[in-house]
Structure formats: C-alpha cells, structure tokens
C-alpha cells in the first residue's frame, strides 16, 4: 500500500471539490484519486474496465465512501470489498450526510472501519476532512499481513 494514496468517492460535485481543497491543504503530497459513483470505485479498486491500464499502486491507503452513490450504493461497495482477499482490510471510512441509524449499523456490520457524517458548516466539513486525511494517511498503522495480492 502506498501511504500518500487516497481514493474519494463522492457524487456531489461540491461536496467534491470542497474535499478535495481541505485534504490537499492538509496533506499536500498525498495523491488523491477519485470515483463518482459506486461501479466506478469497484472499477478503479480492482484495475477493470475504464481502469484495467491504470497506473499508481494497487491500492490507495484509505477509502473514502459516500453511502448515496448512483449505480452502486456505498454499502454495496463496501460489502463487495469485504468479500474480495484483496480488499478485506483496505481501511474504509463512511463519510456521508446520512444521519441515520440503520445507516451506521449497517456500515459496521459490513465492516466500515469508521462511520463520519459531514458536517453540514463549510469550515467544520473542511476541518473534518483533514483531520481524517491526516489520521488514516499519518496516524493510522494498518495491520500486517493485509497487503494488497
């Protein structure tokens, strides 16, 4: 896994470029990819499709997963990664508007490995992107032996 790799997947265009902004500020050499929708982020996590050829490392170091996606729901992605050895223990992150329970049960059972609602103020959902950038890509020690096949 390459430490400075980060993989975001949101659909919301604003939502985008507003994480985008806080996580370069925050952590200015990491490599930001993203996907728009959930078959997009399978495609690119697995290098099929529109990203059979792509270059960089296998996996990024964390994924940030919105639940509502077009095509593929945030929760069908991350269920599908945790049925697959190579991404049963790519660290996934919920970042989502969604303040719903079942939402956040349901992540965790699926095997979230942190659930976070945006916040709806700019300067705190700015705040709170760079910190999670910060702890998942400075902080955090993954487990050894979950090295991407």
């Not at 499709?49 to 992605?77: F, K, Q």
């Not at 945790?82 to 059972?109: G, H, I, K, Q, W």
Request: net charge negative; glycine share 4%; with cysteine.
């Amino acid at each position: 896994m390459n430490p400075g790799n980060l993989l975001l997947v949101e659909d919301n265009p604003e939502d985008e470029m507003l994480a985008l902004r806080a996580l370069k500020k925050a952590l200015p050499s990491t490599r930001i990819d993203v996907a728009r929708d959930g078959q997009q982020a399978l495609d690119y996590l697995f290098k099929t499709d529109a990203y059979a050829n792509r270059e960089g490392p296998d996996l990024p170091a964390v994924v940030l997963l919105d639940i509502s996606l077009p095509r593929l729901s945030g929760l069908e992605v991350l269920e599908r990664l945790r049925a697959d050895p190579r991404t049963a223990c790519l660290p996934v992150v919920m970042l989502t508007s969604s303040d719903e329970p079942r939402d956040r049960a349901r992540s965790y059972a699926l095997g979230c490995n942190s659930f976070v609602q945006k916040p709806v103020e700019f300067a705190a959902h700015a705040d709170t992107l760079a910190r999670l950038g910060t702890y998942w890509l400075a902080i955090n020690e993954p487990p050894s032996g979950c090295a991407p096949v």
